[in-house]
């Protein structure tokens, strides 16, 4: 099915938006709250991936020496800050679903 929908491979765009909308599936439907923190997850690995890609240059180097072809590095830099980001709100937000429902 995904190979019809995508034309025979899937690009990391196609499979950057699958993982969105699986993620915002998975918080629309479900009520428990440590799976909303993991939809939530999905949702922003699925957008890393998605802007990572848009980032790539086919045939660049990097911007040490110039040259014609060169892939800008703040796309990728961006994307790592917000996986470390996403890792620090995900331990806070698990850490008040433990103190909200009264784990020790």
């Known amino acids: 099915m995904i190979e019809s929908i995508t034309g025979g491979y899937l690009t990391s765009e196609v499979a950057g938006i699958i993982l969105v909308l699986i993620g915002l599936y998975g918080l629309m439907t479900k009520s428990n709250l440590v799976k909303q923190v993991l939809a939530i997850n999905v949702i922003s690995t699925g957008v890393v ?56």
Do not use: Q, W
């Open 49 to 104: 991936l998605y802007f990572t890609k848009l980032g790539y240059v086919e045939g660049g180097t990097a911007p040490l020496i110039p040259s014609e072809v060169m892939v800008d590095p703040l796309p990728a830099t961006l994307m790592l800050t917000a996986l470390v980001i996403d890792v620090a709100i995900t331990s806070f937000a698990l850490a008040l679903i433990m103190r909200m429902e009264g784990s020790p």
